[in-house]
DNA sequence: CCACATGATTGCGT
DNA sequence: ACGCAATCATGTGG
């Protein structure tokens, strides 16, 4: 008689369903410390309950036989039903625990918004544009760049995809298996629906905890891309030498009040081939650094000066002209150092 | 490699 | 929303 409950021992680590401990059997098992044991590959675990199983398949097959056999099986079969309900009982409630799946949310709508999850190539290369547009706001520039930085996130978006297909895959390989185990012994002793159910259950989250530090780390990946890839200082390029001259152009022809309207900058903002956040930023340097040297712009000034002094000449046919470094503009008697403290700078 | 030029960002005031 | 001032990070010429 002794032999049963050393069978019982062969089967207990997969088929204790009903209690609570079964996930920490699985660590165990692999003979890994508590909360380590569960970043452990998957695939160990699974190789190592695949080896137990195979192993004692034909010793188990026949003491199942016997055990089925046995004329007292009917009456353990019932002393474990009871023990069962007892359990069942008491572990219910306990088990009872919401998953704060909140952060998982977030973690997949990230994951969409960068285009890393969702559908395949077509949305999410769209996707990926829209986001890189929408942050980097950088309309007509060269998209050489950005070729880049899409090529590394699909080399991202491949990793994820690659990892969590692994992850399903193991997850449904080893959920099949302990769902075949639990109706083969469920002939033995007593096993509910609902708790191979919960079991799948508990499977599932386990394996979700492990995608969703998958899902972490990639999010991190994307931020540090992104941060590397969109962060417009880093990739900072000097305007060619005619935007500047547009700029420049326009800057000290309206000395007097170097602050163009939304019009105008719109208007500079096309002529240069730049945004016209570009365009604000660029006045706000060059007024500032104007103001903060007159001195070391005073030759540039007169540069410009003297060209728009020629533009203006030859429009109007001959006017009083040739004063180069002089004169042309609104009235504000400008030559670099009178710029005035207009109307804002002061 | 260094110093300076330059486009972009940030913090603050209005 | 906008501009100023300070600052960052890169570009560029020597």
Known sequence: MDDQPRLMHAHAAVGMSGHPGLSQHIPDNTGATDGDGRKQDIGDIL????????????EAQARKHALNCHRMKPALF????????????SIRGAQEEESPDAQLMRLDNMLLAEGVSGPE?????????AAAA?????????????????????QIRQIYHTELEKYEQACNEFTTHVMNLLREQS?????????????????????????????????????????????????RRNFNKQATEILNEYFYSHLSNPYPSEEAKEELAKKC????????????????RYKKNIGKFQEEANIYAARTAVSAASVSAHGSQTNSPSTPNSAGGYPSPCYQPDRRIQ
């Not at 190539?121 to 544009?129: F, T």
């Not at 929408?134 to 699909?154: F, P």
């Open 121 to 129: 190539k077509g949305g999410g290369s769209a996707a990926a544009a």
């Open 187 to 235: 002939r033995t002793r007593p096993i509910s629906p609902k708790e191979i159910e919960r079991m799948v259950n508990i499977i599932h989250r386990k394996f979700s905890s492990i995608q969703m530090q998958l899902k972490q780390s990639t999010c991190e990946a994307v931020m540090i891309l992104r941060s590397r890839f969109l962060d417009a200082r880093r990739k």
């Open 47 to 58: 190789q190592q309950i695949m080896t137990i199983t195979d192993q004692s398949l034909d």
């Open 273 to 288: 081939s730049i945004t016209m956040s570009q365009v604000s930023n660029w006045f706000g340097n060059k007024r500032i």
């Open 134 to 154: 929408a942050s980097a706001g950088v309309g007509a520039d060269n998209s050489t760049e950005h070729s880049d930085y899409r090529a590394k996130l699909t």
């Open 78 to 89: 019932n002393v474990l039903c009871d023990v069962k309900e007892k359990t069942v009982l």
